[in-house]
T-cell receptor, first 111, second 115 residues
Framework: KQEVTQIPAALSVPEGENLVLNCSFTDSAIYNLQWFRQDPGKGLTSLLLIQSSQREQTSGRLNASLDKSSGRSTLYIAASQPGDSATYLCAAIDSWGKLQFGAGTQVVVTP | DGGITQSPKYLFRKEGQNVTLSCEQNLNHDAMYWYRQDPGQGLRLIYYSQIVNDFQKGDIAEGYSVSREKKESFPLTVTSAQKNPTAFYLC??????????????FGPGTRLTVL
């Protein structure tokens, strides 16, 4: 069974620093990997979807990499802002479209 | 605007009651999903439906039931058999069930509390 781990569970950085969030998964036979943002009490907002044939995906200040052979994905957020404070979740997607989630990394960006 | 709506936002249930959570999407997506989120944990899959009139159990289906009579709607019933139903419930959809290239989009969630 796929297991997804996110380390660290929480992270605090000063504004302007780059953020590096890690996601590891045990079964490399994933179809896609998706990164989400969740604000307190809200639903999930999709940030990036990386297909299994891709090694990275970029959107604005966000860049996500995928290394299937090592079972790892990393989300980079450049020049962090207080508005980036949220919980970030990664999910491994199987061939049936089912997602297996990590527990998330709670990020606080201090002004 | 296309999207996923969930209602109600907050729901309170007494012991022994069945309650139904609504999920509607106007994205013309084929597949829909229900997840449960507990504090400090990731989301866990309850049920999913890849097409109308068909649905499958997820990892924690016991105590829950669903129906998929219309493409747009995927209601979740939390029955009295669910022993610990207090949680945040999230509905999601994707264009098709095939994992390739399909992002999963989420609704705003329903917070269920057992009194």
């Amino acid at each position: 069974k796929q297991e997804v781990t996110q380390i660290p569970a929480a992270l605090s950085v000063p504004e302007g620093e780059n953020l590096v969030l890690n996601c590891s998964f045990t079964d490399s036979a994933i179809y896609n990997l998706q990164w989400f943002r969740q604000d307190p009490g809200k639903g999930l907002t999709s940030l990036l979807l990386i297909q299994s044939s891709q090694r990275e995906q970029t959107s604005g200040r966000l860049n996500a990499s995928l290394d299937k052979s090592s079972g790892r994905s990393t989300l980079y957020i450049a020049a962090s802002q207080p508005g980036d404070s949220a919980t970030y979740l990664c999910a491994a997607i199987d061939s049936w479209g089912k997602l297996q989630f990590g527990a998330g990394t709670q990020v606080v960006v201090t002004p | 605007d296309g999207g996923i709506t969930q209602s109600p936002k907050y729901l309170f249930r007494k012991e022994g009651q069945n309650v139904t959570l609504s999920c509607e999407q106007n994205l013309n997506h084929d597949a829909m999903y229900w997840y449960r989120q507990d504090p400090g944990q990731g989301l866990r899959l309850i049920y999913y439906s890849q097409i109308v009139n068909d649905f499958q159990k997820g990892d924690i289906a016991e105590g829950y039931s669903v129906s998929r009579e219309k493409k747009e709607s995927f209601p979740l019933t939390v029955t009295s058999a669910q022993k610990n139903p207090t949680a945040f419930y999230l509905c999601a959809s994707t264009r098709s069930w095939s994992g390739r290239g399909n992002e999963q989009f989420f609704g705003p969630g329903t917070r269920l509390t057992v009194l």
